[in-house]
């Protein structure tokens, strides 16, 4: 695949958000791979998503954005230059992030004509807009890569084949041991989004533990340390309706709780979009309005299910619709 004279060998796809937006991108990654076989893919992304990153099979090379955000401008080029990056494919507008990339010396700097920032520190543009757009963010930013002629837009059921991970954690035996039960469809409920989207709200989680059947399903409810704190009294008040809480794990262990699990239920959050990834059952609660609905933020597996509240409001979003999705799980 020719980029206008040059032969791309080594490609830095830049993300440096949230979980779910690293997730996200992975696709991107196995898309590149299948197009340009022999490319080298270094990802650059916030610290804690490294866990994520590293199970990427078709990423080569991690790149800590909190920590190149500490260089000076020669220690900056420096580094760089050592890795001999070609070119590097913005996803998201971020002014200091573009700026950034410019003074590396990396040659070739694609972004899109809709960002003022990329404007002058890209030196490659795509034109498309993701906030007219009706694909899913996964999708758009697989659409970056027509500045490297790949002009293939898979489908959501298409996408998940691009993911490539491996290496997944595994949960240690007394983790195995306190949290699942074989004997049952392991559930984990993830209630909070720590800002990343609306929230389907504790009273209503608290709801479905009321109806979920305990002979049937064991159920893990998880979270962050922050996350537990903040849950502390629906924790308390709903103790008895489920077998344990999460604890402070951290994401390692966390990914590998929800990998041994049989499904999840999460609003727009992280740990929809690894469940996802993993191929689980996974029911996304999404508020309706147009830049944070499931078409565009919505997760993308083989085993996904979303319900969105009608007019922005969580709270049409009903217990026993959600019970309904998951005693459908049981038969599948």
């Known amino acids: 695949m020719i980029f206008g004279k040059i032969h791309p060998k080594h490609i830095l796809v830049c ?3 949230a979980l779910g937006d690293t997730i996200l991108a992975l696709p991107l990654c196995g898309l590149l791979k299948k197009h340009i076989p022999d490319i080298k893919i270094s990802f650059l992304g916030r610290g804690y998503t490294q866990p994520i990153v590293a199970m990427s099979q078709n990423i080569d090379a991690f790149v800590n954005f909190d920590e190149i955000c500490k260089l000076t401008d020669t220690q900056l080029q420096m580094f760089f230059s050592g890795l001999q990056i070609d070119t590097a494919i913005h996803l998201r507008a971020d002014k200091g992030l573009a700026e950034l990339i410019q003074k590396t010396g990396i040659k070739n700097r694609i972004g899109t004509f809709h960002s003022i920032h990329h404007l002058s520190t890209c030196n490659k543009w795509v034109n498309f807009s993701r906030s007219r757009s009706h694909l899913n963010e ?3 930013d697989i659409k970056m890569l027509s500045a490297l ?4 837009v898979p489908s959501l059921d298409e996408l998940p084949q691009y993911y490539g991970l ?7 035996s007394e983790l195995q041991s306190n949290l699942i039960d074989p004997n049952k469809f392991n559930l984990v409920l993830h209630p909070l989004t720590t800002g990343n989207g609306p929230e389907w709200g504790l009273d209503n989680f608290s709801q479905l533990l009321n109806i979920l059947d305990p002979t049937i399903f064991n159920i893990i409810i998880g979270g962050s340390k922050q996350d537990l704190e903040k849950m502390s009294d629906f924790l308390q008040k709903n103790q008895g309706k489920y077998h344990h809480d999460s604890g402070a794990l951290s994401l390692e262990k966390y990914i590998a709780l929800i990998n041994a699990s049989d499904g999840l239920v999460a609003g727009s959050t992280g740990p929809a979009h690894i469940s ?3 191929g689980k059952y996974t029911l996304g609660l999404y508020t309706d309005v147009v830049t944070k609905n499931v078409q565009r933020w919505g997760p993308v597996g083989k085993h996904v299910f979303t319900l969105e509240g009608k007019d922005n409001d969580m709270n049409t979003i009903l217990p026993v619709t959600v019970q309904n999705i998951l005693m459908n799980w049981l038969n599948k």
């Open 15 to 17: 993300r440096n958000d």
């Open 138 to 140: 996964s999708q758009l």
């Open 149 to 152: 002629g790949i002009k293939e």
């Open 166 to 172: 491996h290496n997944i954690p595994k949960l240690s």
């Open 276 to 278: 996802a990834a993993l």
